[in-house]
């Protein structure tokens, strides 16, 4: 099958398997062999047997009345909501396909207009691939007439196949101290395992966040090299309320990292079935973090099931038959 993914990126062509930030869409475009075009370009995007669009997200700023939507660069946002994009693919190529990029609801933080735009541009696809099992449901009642299925997180390990897990004692908090990674609650219950904490440097790092004393800092990271500083890490806690492509606990995963999480994230879930709670459950974290501390068979256990399920739920052969429509 020959397949275009389109994105705010910049870029036309497909990605190497040696490709540096073999991050998760990065991933799908290189396993299905698929080629890049910027979403700006739509209309020379031609004889595509499918067209997978993300579109841009935008960012979201704290205001004094609350939320405010607003895109990396002025009105481009509004500006793709205004362009008969998906109808115009669909004239010239066979299908075009929806991609969900970060949580189902994000939307809801764009102006109204902007709502009922979005909506209508999903509402021309022909199918909607989201992040999760949960997500399907939304989607669902969303568009009940829209085939709606679950494209699979995916990790490509041609560059970082060789790296071992060596843990030291230490705890890594998956996100920072905003409500989308929920990184406060996680900060406290790390505290449980009684190592070194430490956290990612991320696009919405919070000011001040780098003045809390007890708390490390990794710099900004390319993907293998994130994959490399995470194999020295024990234990790892996101409780991250946003529901999306959940790639933290999969690389943790990979690796056998035990890590408490989003139980409505797939890759939690299937991959921690022990470890993985509601994100308002902080009780029931701090438990678990306890236990992994105190609990050695409990840790080792949870490792090995974590390594086991990636194995059998998110290798690229499940993923290849699932893009190939089969029901697994």
């Given amino acids: 099958m020959n397949i275009a993914f389109l994105t705010e990126m910049g870029f036309t062509g497909q990605i190497s398997d040696t490709h540096e930030n073999m991050r998760t869409e990065f991933a799908w475009m290189n396993e299905l062999k698929a080629t890049h075009h910027p979403l700006v370009e739509y209309t020379n995007v031609k004889d595509y047997d499918l067209v997978i669009i993300i579109w841009p997200k935008g960012k979201t700023y704290l205001n004094s009345e609350g939320l405010r939507m607003e895109s990396d660069i002025p009105n481009l946002l509004t ?10 693919l669909k004239k010239n190529n066979g299908k075009v396909a929806y991609m969900q990029e970060g949580p189902s609801w ?22 909607i691939f989201c992040h999760n099992i949960k997500d399907v449901d939304w989607y669902k009642g969303l568009f009940p007439n829209m085939e709606v299925r679950v494209l699979q997180s995916l990790m490509k390990d041609t560059l970082i196949k060789d790296i071992e897990w060596k843990p030291e004692d230490k705890v890594l908090i998956g996100g920072n101290f ?6 406060f609650q996680s900060y406290l219950i790390a505290d449980e395992f009684g190592v070194e904490k430490w956290i990612p440097s991320m696009h919405n790092k919070r000011e001040f966040e780098e003045d809390i004393e007890d708390l490390n800092h990794l710099p900004y990271l390319s993907w293998t090299e994130w994959i490399r ?20 606990s999969l690389n943790c995963a990979y690796l056998g990292i035990p890590c408490i999480g989003n139980i409505n994230l797939d890759t939690q879930r ?8 509601d994100v308002e459950d902080i009780e029931g974290a701090r438990e ?6 105190k609990d050695k068979e409990f840790y080792e256990m949870s490792s090995m099931t974590a390594r086991s399920n990636y194995e059998a739920f998110f ?14």
């Fill in 79 to 88: 500006k793709y909501l205004d362009l008969d994009i998906v109808q115009t």
């Fill in 106 to 127: 994000f939307f809801n933080d764009y102006t109204i207009e902007e709502q009922f735009k979005y909506y209508n541009q999903i509402a021309e696809s022909d199918i």
């Fill in 178 to 183: 905003c409500r989308w990674y929920g990184g």
């Fill in 229 to 248: 500083t995470l194999a020295t890490f024990k234990y790892a806690i996101h409780l991250m309320p946003t529901t999306a492509a959940g790639t933290f």
């Fill in 270 to 277: 299937m991959c921690f079935p022990q470890l993985s709670v």
């Fill in 288 to 293: 678990i973090a306890n236990r992994l501390r």
């Fill in 315 to 328: 290798n690229v052969e499940r993923f290849k038959r699932k893009m190939n429509g089969e029901n697994i």
